[in-house]
């Protein structure tokens, strides 16, 4: 245990991962590893808040304080290059070496870039990191018409976030709807309207040929049938792509993500990997997986601190993730990939319901918007392993708690066979 453990990424699964380790008694040092230069923060206030508030400050994921009374040697500012396998032993950019015992990748995401012509432009930015961020708001205050390229959950935030401030917005998603397959259809309709009610333009089915520029600056985006969408700055959310570079060239296994087993260990058991770097197979669906949440970051974070706490116990948090578009905060629990049918709960024109997605009689999961009672006790239902039926599911919250209270109290019984 001489050189503990160390761990690639400051993020949300890097900073959890640190400290789980402290808090299951691990005693050797840690080291956390990270190539930005700010205390850890959390990411998902970047698209909600953050760039439209010139005096918003990053939220800490912990204070300073935490590494010091930890025990964290918190290292800002340094990236790795390389993992030497054999001497266990990491290559610092720049110089020098880093030797561990057991090696956390969490190494997360960046953002997929576009291969258009114009992409070079200044004013063509994406958001990931708390520095995107301060670009974006910067170039914002100065930009009266922006495009935002990408349908998808961080698009669709960022929109909302600056059409607030009085900004023109269009919002231009290559398939013909938005959210891709993250949420059903009547979930992306409903949030298209709401943010068109606001004065966004969405264009769907539509792609950009080329961005325009003057004096190396971004002043339109060009969609492929020809019409000029002036614009300042031109934000790209197409999606991440998972860091597996790192990884890959230590010749660990790589399948959309840097491969991990249930006990969050690649194919050598000293490394781990989670977080958004991070692929496996799911318990709850059997299907292999990567998902970006914070959830699942700070979940696999805790579990692989077990693992290296010499515990066995195999992952299986019930997914989760939200996202706040204006007026609509959007709850997702459990994986609805694969769904026959669904039951709607609430009321759509008031901004108010959720979707119970089933698989035959399995409930997959619960989309919600404005309903966060029942994102709640979707969660608590799936943890149990309770699947309630659609019928119950119509009888409402009332009827769900009392039925998810009977499931529990046969526990025993169920147990004892
Ligand atoms: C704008 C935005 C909004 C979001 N909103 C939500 C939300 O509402 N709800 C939700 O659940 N999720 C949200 N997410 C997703 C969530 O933030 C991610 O799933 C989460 O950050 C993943 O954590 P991670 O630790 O795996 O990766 P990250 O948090 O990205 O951390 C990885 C860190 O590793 C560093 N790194 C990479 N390679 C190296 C290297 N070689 N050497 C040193 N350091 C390295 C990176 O720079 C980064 O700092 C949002 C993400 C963004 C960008």
């Known amino acids: ?28 040092p840690v080291i956390l590893v990270g190539d930005e230069d700010e205390l850890p923060y959390h990411k998902p206030p970047l698209s909600k808040t953050f760039i439209k508030d010139a005096e918003a400050k990053p939220q800490p994921l912990r204070g300073e304080a935490f590494y010091t009374g930890s025990a964290i040697d918190y290292r800002p500012g340094v990236r790795i290059d390389r993992i030497d396998t054999r001497r266990r032993s990491l290559d610092i950019a720049g110089g020098g070496a880093l030797a561990f015992d057991h090696l956390i990748l969490a190494t997360g995401s960046r953002p997929r870039t576009l291969p258009l012509p114009g992409a070079d432009l200044s004013g063509v930015l994406s958001l990931r990191s708390l520095a995107d961020a301060r670009l974006i708001r910067d170039l914002s205050a100065q930009s009266d018409e922006i495009v935002i390229l990408g349908g998808g959950f961080i698009g669709l935030e960022i929109a909302a976030t600056l059409r607030a401030t009085g900004r023109t917005v269009t919002v231009v998603e290559a398939v013909d709807r938005l959210l891709g397959r993250a949420v059903a259809p009547v979930v992306a309709s409903h949030v298209r309207q709401r943010l068109e009610a606001t004065g966004v333009r969405i264009l769907t089915g539509t792609s950009i040929a080329r961005l325009d520029g003057e004096n190396g600056h971004v002043t339109a985006a060009i969609t492929s049938s020809g019409e000029r969408l002036p614009a300042r700055m031109v934000i790209v959310g197409i999606g991440a792509m998972p860091n597996v570079e790192l990884a890959q060239s230590a010749g660990l296994g790589i399948a959309n993500g840097i491969r991990v087993d249930h006990q969050m260990r690649t194919s050598m058991p000293e490394i781990l990997a989670i977080g958004d770097a991070a692929s496996y197979r799911h318990w709850f669906t059997g299907g292999d997986v990567r998902l970006e949440s914070v959830q699942n970051a700070t979940d696999q974070a805790r579990l692989a601190a077990r693992t290296i706490s010499g515990h066995t116990d195999a992952y299986s948090a019930v997914p989760w993730f939200w996202s706040d578009i204006g007026d609509m905060k959007l709850q997702m629990v459990g994986l609805t990939a694969g769904g026959d049918s669904h039951v709607v709960l609430g009321d759509l024109p008031e901004n108010k319901f959720s979707i119970y997605h089933y698989a035959g009689d399995r409930l997959l999961g619960i989309e919600s ?36 209270a009977a499931f529990q109290q046969d526990e025993p019984a169920r147990a004892a066979g």
């Open 369 to 404: 918007v404005n309903r966060p009672g029942d994102h709640m006790l979707g969660r608590k239902m799936l943890g149990a392993g309770f699947s309630p039926t659609q019928e119950t599911v119509a009888e409402g919250p009332d009827g769900l708690k009392a039925a998810l």
């Open 1 to 28: 245990m001489k050189n503990g453990v160390v761990i690639v990424g400051a993020g949300h699964a890097g900073v959890q991962a640190a400290a789980s380790l402290r808090e299951d008694g691990y005693d050797g």
